[in-house]
């Protein structure tokens, strides 16, 4: 297969450009020269903008300053430039490692495709102005409310594993393991070594935050680090990011930074603070001796209770065997017996006096119902006289109450005190009464 070169184009005329990039086609592109313009032009509307960062190389040639800028935490680096009548003040005042803040414009230079920034002024950025911004920044996080005492978390009594943010190889790692593990020789620790000063420490500290906050095993987490310049403690440990890290963190966290004249703000908005590394030991973990004797006290205190509570048991115990009713326990059941015999008598007695009275009732009931039976007359000589009837039953007959109700020859029958017997009238005699 045969190569071929692909046949020249002639340049487009001006009139036959497209008038925006959105026109631009392979077969009406942009020549680069007409694209470095429009750049250049598009370039050269952005307005003066202030930036921060570090200023990492300087050099004044021929009056002209030549620098390079680099982010405060990323890998970013713009080159600038700043002119004769700007660099002239420039000289004396900043230096290579200083943080400054530049009003700088954006500048493409068409020949080389090159952007710079074009310094119209920049100083550095001092101490004061950043603890300026610092207790700005505390004012406003307070403000949110992320330094509440409600928000605190309590630490835990005996952490499973201890969470260790400090720098590499540093001292203030040495004395928290050595102070711990003199407290508590058992004690466990998730260690995560990072910068902890420099541009790059609020970020790598905030990346380890929050590796071990979702560690399972980690029950508290210590941000530490040793003593040092101001610049080098406050200003690393009062990072935004960092602040609300911490505040956002599931897992208590214990600043222990060792400065004692300024606070950071990881002191705020920590759940616990530590005056310094060693410090912090004390506040994660119980001292074993002192626990051990504690232990052993209150075993003592235990036994010793015990022993006590034994003893008077054991003398209430006897004071109860001394009684009577558990010297003689028989004494209960023949009072009672001899109480339920006199029972029975007095019930026997009454039950006897009741019969006797019952049987007296009864006699004179039935001596007056005798008294007033029929019979009773009878036995005294009466009689009763009843009239017959021919064919008719004893309940046809009718009681003779008066002589009228006869007729000589009519048949009678009369009852007597023992038994019965018919008879005849022969002659009704009426009594008169007056």
């Known amino acids: 297969m045969n190569y071929q070169e692909p046949a020249s184009k002639e340049p487009l005329p001006l009139s036959a450009i497209p008038a925006s ?6 077969e009406t592109p942009w020549p680069l020269s007409h694209f470095s313009g429009k750049l250049r032009a598009h370039i050269d509307r952005v307005t003066p903008t202030w930036v921060e960062g570090q200023l990492v190389e300087f050099n004044l040639r021929n009056g002209t300053a030549w620098m390079t800028l680099r982010d405060l935490e990323q890998e970013v680096s713009f080159s600038a430039v700043a002119w004769r009548n700007v660099a002239g003040g420039l000289a004396g005042t900043v230096t290579p490692g200083a943080r400054v803040v530049a009003l700088v414009k954006p500048n493409l230079y068409e020949k080389s495709g090159r952007l710079s920034l074009v310094t119209q002024q920049m100083q550095p950025v001092g101490l004061g102005d950043l603890l300026a911004r610092v207790e700005q920044l505390k004012h406003q996080l307070a403000s949110e409310g992320l330094f509440d005492a409600a928000r605190k978390k309590p630490l835990p009594v005996l952490p499973a594993r201890i969470g260790l943010i400090t720098g590499r190889d540093s001292d203030a790692k040495k004395d928290i393991l050595r102070n711990v593990h003199t407290r508590w020789a058992a004690a466990q620790f998730e260690i995560r070594e990072v910068a902890t000063q420099g541009p790059t420490a609020p970020a790598e500290v905030a990346a380890a935050l929050v590796e071990l906050d979702a560690h399972p095993e980690v029950d508290v987490i210590v941000i530490a680090r040793g003593g040092g310049a101001l610049e080098e403690v406050v200003l690393p440990f009062s990072d935004e990011r960092l602040i609300r890290a911490v505040s956002h963190a599931q897992t208590p966290v214990v600043s222990a930074i060792g400065h004692e004249a300024d606070r950071p703000l ?3 908005v920590a759940d616990v603070r530590a005056s310094t590394p060693t410090g912090s030991a004390k506040l994660l973990v119980p001292d074993e001796a002192l626990e051990r004797s504690g ?8 036994s010793s209770g015990v022993q006590r509570m034994i003893s008077r ?8 065997r001394t009684r009577p009713a558990l010297q003689r326990p028989e004494t209960m059941i023949s009072t009672r017996a001899e109480e339920l015999t006199g029972l029975r008598r007095r019930a026997l007695v009454s039950a006897e006096a009741a019969v006797g009275r019952a049987a007296d009732w009864v006699s004179h009931t039935r001596a007056r119902v005798t008294g007033l039976s029929p019979q009773s007359t009878l036995d005294r000589g009466y009689a009763v006289v009843q009239t017959t009837s021919t064919g008719s039953d004893t309940n046809g007959r009718t009681i003779v109450r008066d002589a009228s109700q006869l007729t000589p020859g009519a048949g009678v029958r009369v009852m007597v005190a023992s038994g019965e017997f018919d008879a005849d009238v022969t002659e009704v005699y009426e009594e008169k009464r007056a």
């Open 266 to 268: 990881l002191d705020e």
């Open 313 to 320: 048991e054991y003398e209430a115990l006897a004071a109860i």
């Open 295 to 302: 232990l052993t006290e209150a075993r003592s205190r235990m």
């Open 21 to 26: 990039a959105q026109e631009t086609s392979p």
